[in-house]
């Protein structure tokens, strides 16, 4: 308290000053004591605020003292905040003086330059006293007597708000009009100035996007409140009347019209006759037509929560004197009531309930008969706007969320859905039209915490972000909740068997959309019962009926869309949906036979929705309970492959779906898909199915368990083993035989477990006759596959290797030797006459790996019959290096380049190589080609190889190293150029400087293999030979 005492007595020696001149210095004292002054009535507030009007109108002419005018006004500013303004207020003609004032300062069209000159703060500070001058509660009493000064106040604060520079200043000037408006609250007052300043907060409303979205949004404010003021229906007295739906018209016609709304008060009516309201009424609905479609899709939220306040005001207070303003603005709000913004969702909503509950009865038949009309009005005004190929998508946008509206708040809108079937599917078909299927993007949906589902997205002509795409179809899904959905499916399926119809795309869209919407998935609102398993069903029929499910005069996008409706069926039943998969659990399957990447991506997601809402959770799950509805039909068409060539693809498929466990289950079927090669051998197009099922069940193959080999005796040792074999076999003790084991005793659940109606249980292991009979297949695919290595087509031959490579791979070792002993001259002999390298390749790799299998078991097959083959090709096509000495100047940490690229040959030569290695590595019967295989294989060590095949050369003459190193060491010093060390003997110091050079097949360029050489002696077989050098 001592404090503001303190500050009061230092502005009344401020004002003091003051009054003999104002100067820079005790006025910028004064504005820091009056804000310290806390809000109350001082006895000398009077004289400061004359003192302070005094000196403004005295420097206002003068220009060079602009400063000093700007400090004048903040010195005002502070004092109003500091006084009680209604007592200002009250004061007539104080309150008016100041007013005129602060207006006299703005700045005008034709200003003179002997006048001041107010920068940004200073029309800041002057407008925001003339706010503070404004702001009341009640009307000003003094502004409804002086229409004179209203306007000229009205005027000035527009064309700042239309004029200044600064994007502030405007927002500043049209809040401050705002309050002026209230101020004033005369209608009479109001009703002269409201078409200038109605059109003036238009144009401000329409400005351009770079000045922000604060002008627009106060604009539409004090436009709120100046067509309130004016029009509200209680103050057109006798001018408007309330709409009355009777009977009395028709049975007295004579009677007048309905009696005009009573007034609440005594009100002048000058100027505000019939023929105004008819004007204003015409002007308003341009206007408000204009607002409201240009900013209900306007980018910034505070823009669109403003015209949500302005047509709410206008349905409540004005609806009666502004009919024709009626259906926009309650369209706009419903539009609104669609906001992705919270906010101004809840205020359109809560602005829907406050008009529901004020309208008569009388108004709401009014709007519930308009419903439908307006809702089927938007829907083809849409579709003709879409007609043109225009970006029309946020003005699209707006218009979907009236549809939005329409459909949720308006139960009359659901009988246009039942009987306009077809002008609603019509106008969607152009508003939707398809563009395309991308097949490059994959849009991922979740199901749940373990299904994901992947379709490639949809691709729409009118609609290109994911936003627009997801309004449009929430709309079509509004539109299946609250319609019929057998007359959508009636009525499309009539469509889409009319040949003549070109949209057939767009429609399974919409039907796809209307199944969703009917099983109130993705919808906020719905006023049907959900689907139930009839309806479902009947869709399903014929669903199944159209001609797209077959390859033939069908598009892959057409057939991508059943799929999806399918998966779309099986999700809104969920498990209810089980006793109708017997019906189409196989024609999605027969579409993962499809070539196109669309159908079967559509196929394997439609499967992944089936299995998680029909509650088996997998696909292979699904598969494998329900494969007594696949098996069948695959193999009566497997049995007819002429008419039904897909059906191998099928089978592929199915397998890279299902997965190893049905493999039992469809034994049957793949004893079918022999039967087929046997009787399809020379067709090169079945041959390819063929195979690719039988690449695919392989792949599915268990592979037998791999038992660590033991340690690979040496020279002495196996031949001691040998001679023991020989002579002293009764020596030998034989094993005791293992103890039985026993059996535990079965839990109860397997006692009590029944005969079940499935033959294979994937949770039990195989029976012996299961492993059997897959054994008996697996070895007919691989005699089969015999036939089809010597196939002329390059394809069919290669795929028939890699099947045999796959197939040999699950034999266990005793039923795979004499399988192989049978089939070698037959693969040696293919091998022999492939001329195509792909071919060649191929042949290769099944024999590495059979090297790999077998080992020893395959030594001298490969002495007498591979490596002759392998060394003829390694010879010719291994070419020895031309580099030139100074381009092999490496460091002992670089790495050597790969200066060929990795072609055919170089995958052929790197697996014969592989090959080398296996055989060496298992058994001795190499040693007799030991010098043969390192002259065929040193070129490899050259650097001037693939980094590759220098790799796997190393590995090479490191295995044959194991075998006979010192027939290899001569050589390898001789291309590492090392000194050879001296003899273990006195007799011999040394050898000669030449004996290093007397070896055969001498490379011609030693330094080439320097490298690879040197990392052979020094690392890989140093334990070997770094002793004998000493």
């Not at 006025?27 to 806390?38: A, F, G, K, N, T």
């Not at 079937?421 to 994959?442: E, H, N, P, S, Y």
């Not at 059997?772 to 290797?801: E, N, Q």
Request: include cysteine; proline fraction near 6%.
């Amino acid at each position: 308290m001592a404090d503001s005492v303190d500050h009061e007595q230092a502005v009344m020696g401020l004002i003091s000053m003051l009054m003999r001149k104002p100067h820079p210095t005790t006025l910028d004292m004064l504005v820091e004591e009056l804000s310290l002054l806390p809000p109350s009535d001082y006895m000398w507030m009077n004289v400061l605020l004359l003192q302070l009007y005094q000196w403004l109108n005295q420097e206002a002419t003068n220009a060079a003292s602009t400063q000093l005018v700007e400090q004048l006004i903040e010195a005002l500013d502070k004092a109003l905040h500091a006084c009680r303004i209604e007592k200002v207020q009250q004061s007539e003609t104080q309150c008016f003086k100041l007013l005129q004032c602060m207006l006299q300062l703005m700045p005008t069209m034709d200003e003179k330059s002997t006048a001041c000159v107010l920068t940004d703060e200073g029309r800041m500070t002057a407008l925001r006293c003339i706010e503070r001058l404004c702001t009341t509660p009640t009307p000003l009493k003094f502004l409804s007597t002086s229409v004179p000064f209203v306007a000229f106040m009205v005027s000035t604060l527009v064309l700042r708000s239309q004029k200044d520079l600064n994007r502030t200043c405007r927002v500043n000037a049209v809040r401050a009009l705002s309050v002026v408006v209230r101020a004033v609250d005369d209608a009479q007052v109001l009703t002269q100035v409201f078409p200038g300043l109605s059109s003036a907060l238009f144009q401000l409303v329409q400005s351009d996007f770079k000045l922000g979205s604060k002008l627009p949004k106060e604009a539409l404010n004090c436009l709120t409140h100046a067509t309130v003021l004016v029009l509200q229906d209680q103050r057109c007295q006798g001018l408007v009347t309330l709409p009355e739906f009777t009977l009395e018209p028709a049975v007295e016609p004579t009677r007048v019209a309905p009696s005009p709304l009573v007034a609440s008060g005594d009100l002048p009516n000058i100027l505000r006759s019939s023929d105004w309201l008819a004007t204003t009424q015409m002007n308003m609905e341009v206007l408000v037509t204009h607002v409201c479609r240009q900013q209900r899709h306007h980018a910034k939220p505070n823009v669109r929560h403003a015209l949500v306040h302005f047509c709410t005001a206008l349905l409540v207070h004005c609806r009666l004197s502004l009919p024709s303003c009626f259906i926009p603005c309650y369209e706009t709000i419903l539009a609104l009531a669609q906001d992705p913004i919270a906010a101004i969702q809840e205020d359109a909503v809560i602005a829907l309930a406050k008009l529901d509950a004020d309208m008569t009865p009388s108004e709401l038949v009014l709007v519930q008969t308009q419903a439908g009309a307006r809702f089927l009005f938007h829907v083809e005004s849409l579709a003709k706007k879409c007609a043109v190929e225009i970006d029309l998508e946020r003005e699209a946008l707006a218009t979907l969320q009236i549809c939005a509206g329409y459909l949720t708040h308006m139960r009359s809108t659901h009988v246009v859905l039942s009987t306009q079937v077809d002008r609603v599917l019509r106008g969607w078909c152009k508003i939707l039209t398809f563009d395309a299927v991308d097949a490059q993007v994959l849009t991922h949906v979740n199901f749940g915490s373990a299904c994901t589902a992947a379709y490639y997205r949809k691709r729409f002509l009118h609609f290109r972000t994911d936003d627009a795409i997801q309004a449009a179809l929430s709309v079509v899904r509004l539109m299946g909740a609250n319609g019929s959905i057998l007359s959508f499916a009636d009525a499309i399926f009539d469509q889409l068997h009319n040949n003549a119809q070109p949209r057939s795309n767009e429609l399974l869209v919409l039907l796809n959309q209307f199944v969703l919407g009917a099983a109130h998935i993705q919808v906020s609102h719905a006023s049907c019962p959900s689907l139930d398993i009839h309806v479902a069903g009947y869709i399903l029929d014929k669903l199944l009926e159209l001609p797209f499910w077959t390859s033939d005069d069908a598009n892959d996008e057409a057939q991508s869309l059943l799929l999806e409706i399918v998966g779309s069926v099986a999700q809104a039943l969920t498990t209810a949906f089980n006793p109708l998969l017997m019906h189409v659990l196989y024609p999605v399957v027969e579409q993962l036979g499809r070539s196109s990447a669309l159908v079967h991506q559509a196929a394997v997601s439609t499967l992944k929705r089936l299995a998680w809402f029909g509650g088996f959770g997998t696909v292979p799950n699904l598969l494998h309970v329900n494969m007594d509805y696949v098996i069948d039909m695959l193999v009566n068409r497997l049995q007819h492959l002429d008419d039904y060539p897909e059906t191998p693809s099928v089978v592929h498929g199915l397998l890279q779906q299902a997965g190893p466990a049905p493999l039992p289950l469809l034994e049957e079927a793949v004893r079918g898909v022999l039967g087929s090669m046997d009787a399809h051998v020379t067709s090169r197009e079945h041959a390819l199915g063929l195979l690719r099922v039988m690449k695919v069940i392989m792949a599915n193959q268990p592979k037998p368990s791999q038992e660590t080999p033991p340690a690979k005796p040496n020279a002495v040792a196996a031949f001691i083993s040998d001679m023991n074999a020989l002579f002293h076999i009764d020596d030998y003790e034989e094993l005791p035989p293992e103890a039985p084991k026993e059996e535990e005793e079965p839990s109860m659940e397997e006692k009590m477990k029944g005969a079940m109606p499935v033959e294979f249980d994937p949770e039990q292991p195989l029976d012996e006759a299961t492993l059997h009979g897959m054994s008996k297949l697996v070895h007919d695919i691989v005699v089969r596959c015999t036939y089809f290595i010597a196939a002329p087509d390059v394809a069919t031959s290669c795929l028939a290797w890699q099947i045999l490579q796959e197939a040999l791979a699950t034999f266990a070792s005793k039923d795979l030797r004499p399988l192989v002993h049978c089939i070698w001259p037959m693969l040696t002999r293919r091998l022999a006459s492939s001329s195509s390298k792909p071919m060649l390749l191929a042949a290769v790799q099944c024999l590495s790996s059979l090297a790999r299998l077998c080992g020893d078991f395959l030594g001298d097959k490969f002495v007498e019959t591979l490596w002759p083959l392998f060394q003829s090709f390694m010879n010719q096509h291994a070419a020895s290096p031309t580099m030139a000495l100074a381009d092999l100047t490496l460091q002992d940490k670089e790495e050597p380049q790969a200066l060929r690229l990795h072609n055919l040959t170089d995958q052929i030569l790197l697996h014969m190589l592989v090959c080398i290695e296996s055989m060496c590595n298992a058994t001795h019967s190499v040693s007799s080609i030991t010098l043969e295989l390192a002259s065929a294989c040193q070129p490899f060590l050259a650097a001037s190889m693939p980094t590759q095949l220098q790799d796997q050369g190393r590995a090479v003459f490191a295995a044959l190293a194991r075998l006979n190193g010192d027939q290899l060491f001569p050589r390898l010093a001789y291309m590492a150029s090392l000194a050879l060390p001296p003899p273990p003997s006195s007799a011999f110091p040394s050898y000669k400087e030449d004996a290093i050079t007397k070896i055969q097949d001498k490379v011609h360029q030693p330094a080439l293999y320097a490298r690879n050489a040197r990392r052979l002696v020094l690392h890989d077989m140093a334990p070997t030979w770094r002793r004998d050098m000493g």
